[in-house]
């Protein structure tokens, strides 16, 4: 099969599609692959990493868009991708198109197939795809936190972990998944207070099992967040329903109640966001205050560390790109985990939750393909 990786047009992605290791696998299973050249400069691979094991770098994306069959990126095509778009390739990367009606429609108009990361998922529930870059963004989360909470800027100037004689700050993380443990993680490494709030008992268990005495747990409902946020310092949002828009559990004023100078950091915001004031930002305009509360919503925060999540990415998708090389839809109809990653076929929508969030008609997969 032939495969294309390109450079992201996305503000301030710096990641690409496969690393030099995943290309080389890829040449070695027989395939040809192409490189729009100076895709992966931004992840530290040169044009002669990629050479060296053997792809094509090609010197303009309309030729790697026209003659790939898949199509491996990272992020979702911007609007001047949509023209590239066309019905007889395979799209695979992260799309989140229940907050994209956009990017939806271009592909439904192209007749695209779109086979989205961050909806794979295993016979437990697990995302497998998404997991790497959850844990990254959950990381990040919380030296945003720490950082916007400083001065010079809007931020009220607390130190998350305080120091003896000041306490440290209060950190409330919406959620219990991948995003939220690690943002916990880290929030609990830096001596910061925190509190936990997600639904369902299970998640909140490994959260106090993992950090005994260190996190407080509560249930998700309005009760419990209107108290956790009262005065709270910064709210990390993690909310994620697989292939749906995420539900809207934070009220604008429960974001007030926060107080001047308080962070909101919206990890979820891919996904249409859970914070009712929460709108996407860039990594070159991060925040904006709303409130009077600092707003974080940057939506491709692994962009900032390039090196790492590519090869973090590459090695979750390579197993994946590799049996869509070998197998074309024969793949998705062996592989249970990637026929759920299927969104869009030949222009049909074919993922209930994107299609609800956007009243479009559904279509069963297997009969799409």
């Known amino acids: 099969m032939i495969v294309g990786t390109v450079r992201e047009l996305k503000v301030a992605e710096y990641r690409v599609g496969l690393t030099p290791e995943g290309a080389d696998a890829l040449v070695r299973a027989g395939h040809v692959l192409l490189v729009e050249s100076g895709a992966g400069i931004g992840s530290g691979f040169s044009d002669e990493a990629y050479r060296a094991v053997g792809a094509e770098i090609v010197a303009s994306a309309d030729d790697v868009w026209r003659r790939a069959e898949l199509l491996i990126k990272v992020k979702e095509p911007v609007p001047a991708e949509f023209r590239r778009l066309r019905s007889g390739q395979v799209l695979f990367t992260y799309l989140h198109l229940a907050a994209a009606p956009e990017v939806a429609r271009a592909l439904m108009d192209a007749g695209g197939t779109a086979i989205v990361y961050e909806t794979v998922e295993l016979a437990n529930g697990s995302l497998p795809l998404l997991i790497p870059m959850s844990e990254i963004a959950g990381r990040l989360a919380t030296e945003a936190a720490g950082q916007w909470l400083r001065k010079p800027g809007p931020g009220r100037g607390k130190l998350l972990s ?40 299970e998640p909140l268990r490994r959260i106090e099992e993992r950090w005994p005495g260190r996190v407080t747990t509560l249930g998700s409902n309005a009760y419990n967040i209107d108290r956790a946020l009262e005065g709270a310092d910064a709210l990390i949002s993690g909310v994620l329903v697989t292939g749906a828009r995420a539900p809207r559990v934070v009220t604008r004023e429960q974001v007030r109640r926060m107080g001047e100078g308080a962070v909101v950091v919206a990890v979820d915001i891919d996904q249409g966001g859970s914070v009712e004031t929460a709108r996407a930002t860039t990594h070159e305009d991060p925040v904006y205050v709303e409130e009077g509360v600092v707003h974080y919503g940057v939506a491709n925060m692994p962009g900032s560390v390039p090196h790492t999540s590519t090869g973090a990415l590459t090695a979750a998708t390579l197993p994946y790109v590799l049996r869509l090389a070998d197998g ?21 929508v074919t993922k209930r939750g994107v299609a609800e969030a956007l009243n479009l008609p559904l279509i069963a997969p297997e009969a799409a393909l």
């Open 162 to 201: 305080g120091l003896p004689g000041a306490p440290p700050a209060h950190v409330v993380i919406l959620g219990a998944g991948t995003v939220s443990s690690n943002a916990c993680a880290v929030a609990v490494a830096l001596g910061a207070r925190v509190t936990v709030i997600s639904k369902g008992l």
């Open 328 to 348: 074309g839809q024969e793949a998705l109809r062996a592989d249970p985990a990637l026929m759920a990653g299927l969104n869009v076929a030949a222009g049909k």
